[in-house]
């Protein structure tokens, strides 16, 4: 039986990167996916690629920008409806943007607040509207508890210094603390909330960071970078699958029913093993500069 079989879970942030690896290893256990993201072109993309590996996929993807709350809401109703079966079992917010970069002095007000209104009230947003719509649901059935998850995308970067930007740093700090608030209230109604911090991974956001490009030679040279730091035998690079990994066990009505308000690290040790960051310096003029260009081109 697949663990996850006809569960509905919703995927915000799920065009791309981790978020797409989720929605897939969700979909191969059996979930009905609704996945959500801001960028509609990538999303139908990932939608089109699912269906086409696996036709009877129960995936629709749907525009979702989550700093915006009536977005965040439609999405979650959406969920409630046909053609999925029941309200979300789970929830997993992987939207993230790289955001300003730069020494602080240079930061401008508007660029810090862009990265908090993406990360922080995003998760707000996204654990709010899950709340409602969650709690709707009857979770004691017949069948016996229906429990529900929420899992949220933090960051090593919020737990050291140095290691990203500043408002990613402080933004996935708060995240963390939100977690554990929310899931102190929540539990009560038989929802979990946790959260993943993840070591760098190659996607489009590492790309930016250690290519400034986000394409697929970006994500290629970021992952030549990490390869030439990890602490890992064989030049083990993270990977996207995983973090998703991660995720789908804290989602686990199984296997993670008694973990509440965690903030998993998946970063091979090197945060707490000593193996020290392996990403640049994000505050440094030298490298902030051209990073900073190369973001205002793409608009981020
Ligand atoms: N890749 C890493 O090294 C790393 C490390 C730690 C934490 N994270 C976190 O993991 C999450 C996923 O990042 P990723 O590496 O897969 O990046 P990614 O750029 O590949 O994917 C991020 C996704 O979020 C979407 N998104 C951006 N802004 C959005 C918005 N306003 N509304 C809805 N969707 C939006 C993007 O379109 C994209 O599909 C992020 O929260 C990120 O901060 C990533």
């Not at 996945?35 to 696996?54: F, M, P, Q, Y």
Request: net charge negative.
């Amino acid at each position: 039986m697949e663990e996850f079989a006809n569960h509905t879970v919703v995927i915000v942030g799920g065009a791309k990167g981790i978020g797409l690896a989720t929605v897939r290893l969700f979909l191969e256990a059996g979930a009905h996916v609704l996945a959500g993201d801001i960028d509609t072109d990538a999303l139908e993309a990932a939608v089109t690629h699912l269906k086409a590996r696996s036709p009877q996929a129960a995936l629709v993807g749907m525009k979702c920008d989550v700093s915006d709350e009536a977005s965040v809401q439609a999405l979650m109703e959406a969920a409630c409806r046909p053609p999925f079966l029941s309200p979300p079992n789970v929830v997993v917010n992987c939207a993230g943007i790289l955001g300003a970069t730069g020494p602080i002095d240079r930061m401008d007000y508007e660029s810090w607040r862009k990265t908090n209104s993406v990360h922080l009230d995003g998760t707000f947003l996204v654990i709010k509207h899950s709340a409602i719509v969650m709690k709707r649901a009857p979770w004691q059935q017949d069948t016996g508890v229906v429990q529900r998850a929420i899992v949220c995308l933090a960051s090593i970067g919020g737990m050291k210094g140095g290691l990203a930007p500043h408002p990613y740093s402080a933004s996935k700090a708060a995240i963390i603390q939100l977690v554990k608030n929310a899931a102190a209230e929540l539990v009560h109604s038989n929802i979990r909330v946790n959260a993943i911090a993840p070591g760098a991974i190659p996607t489009s956001m590492t790309g930016i960071a250690l290519a400034s490009d986000a394409s697929a030679d970006g994500i290629e040279k970021a992952r030549e970078h990490l390869a030439s730091h990890t602490p890992m035998p064989n030049r083990r690079v993270g990977s996207t699958e995983d973090i998703a990994h991660a995720i789908m066990f804290l989602a686990s009505p199984v296997r993670a029913s008694y973990v509440n308000a965690h903030c998993m690290v998946v970063d091979a040790g090197i945060t707490e093993g000593g193996a020290g960051p392996v990403m640049p310096h994000f505050s440094q003029e030298s490298w902030a500069v051209p990073m900073y260009d190369a973001m205002g081109k793409r608009g981020v």
